[in-house]
């Protein structure tokens, strides 16, 4: 079972940056990419940014493109999101997930990391 486990988030105000990271083990090369997703209180849990195994193809969000980069550590099993000129409305709990070669769901997630963004 692959386990996520997020870290880096906090507070921070706006135009100011955060770098949280997702950190795999166990079975990690079953893993074909990761993923971002955030909720913010009251919304649904939306596609944020995604990376392949090989860090060749990103995904990005139109809302945090520009902004936000998305890349795998030099510790292969970590990927961070580097998250740039901040906004209020980027407030969320942040999440994690990784899903396997031909797979269309997500089918490991980590427990999530709170990103505040003030006014």
């Known amino acids: 079972q692959v386990q996520l486990q997020e870290s880096g988030g906090g507070w921070v105000q706006a135009g100011g940056s955060l770098r949280i990271s997702c950190a795999a083990s166990g079975p990690t090369p079953s893993i074909y990419a990761t993923g971002w997703f955030r909720q913010a209180p009251g919304k649904e849990r939306e596609f944020v940014s995604s990376?392949?195994?090989?860090?060749?193809?990103?995904y990005y969000a139109d809302s945090v493109k520009g902004r936000f980069t998305i890349s795998r550590a030099n510790d292969e099993d970590t990927v961070e999101l580097q998250m740039n000129n901040l906004k209020p409305e980027d407030t969320a709990v942040y999440y994690c997930a990784a899903r396997k070669a031909g797979a269309l769901e997500y089918a490991w997630w980590g427990q999530g990391t709170q990103v505040t963004v003030s006014s």
């Open positions: 990376i392949t195994f090989n860090g060749v193809m990103t």
